[in-house]
């Protein structure tokens, strides 16, 4: 959890200033747009107390859900926070170009197995 809370501080900038009470009111503007709750409590929306909670190294009766750290990463269009959750897990997020990539790759092997059938077909005629 800590390697997430890193990614979404550096993700969110520096504490002082209006950056982090903007970034509270895109977050909830993306969630009201959702259709999504933020937190586990009753309320709809969060202020920037609780974005800093979030953020607080020292703070670990305060983590995000799944959902409030996808709206966050929306809402920096940073995809960092929830790269590093899946890395958690063994996984990767994949770009647009590691999509090309692996298509690619995946093509050229296609291409390498159609060959030997080729070849394989022309030895028994």
Same mark, same amino acid.
């Given at each position: 959890?800590?390697?997430?809370?890193?990614?979404?501080?550096?993700?969110?900038?520096? !504490?002082?200033?209006?950056?982090?009470?903007?970034?509270?009111?895109?977050?909830?503007? =993306?969630?009201?747009?959702?259709?999504?709750?933020?937190?586990?409590?009753?309320?709809?929306? =969060?202020?920037?107390?609780?974005?800093?909670?979030?953020?607080?190294?020292?703070?670990?009766?305060? !983590? !995000?859900? =799944?959902?409030?750290?996808?709206?966050?990463?929306?809402?920096?269009?940073?995809?960092?926070?929830?790269?590093?959750?899946?890395?958690?897990?063994?996984?990767?997020?994949?770009?647009? *170009?590691?999509?090309?990539?692996?298509?690619?790759?995946?093509?050229?092997?296609?291409?390498?197995?159609?060959?030997?059938?080729?070849?394989?077909? *022309?030895?028994?005629?």
């Amino acid at each position: 959890m800590a390697a997430i809370k890193t990614a979404m501080r550096d993700a969110a900038g520096a !504490p002082e200033g209006e950056g982090r009470k903007m970034l509270a009111d895109r977050l909830n503007e =993306i969630a009201q747009r959702a259709g999504i709750k933020l937190t586990g409590g009753n309320t709809l929306s =969060i202020s920037k107390a609780t974005l800093d909670k979030w953020l607080a190294p020292s703070d670990t009766s305060h !983590p !995000p859900s =799944i959902l409030a750290l996808l709206a966050f990463c929306r809402a920096t269009g940073n995809v960092e926070p929830i790269r590093v959750a899946a890395q958690a897990l063994g996984l990767d997020l994949m770009t647009e *170009e590691d999509k090309k990539l692996r298509d690619y790759g995946a093509a050229v092997l296609e291409m390498k197995a159609a060959r030997q059938r080729k070849r394989r077909l *022309e030895e028994d005629l």
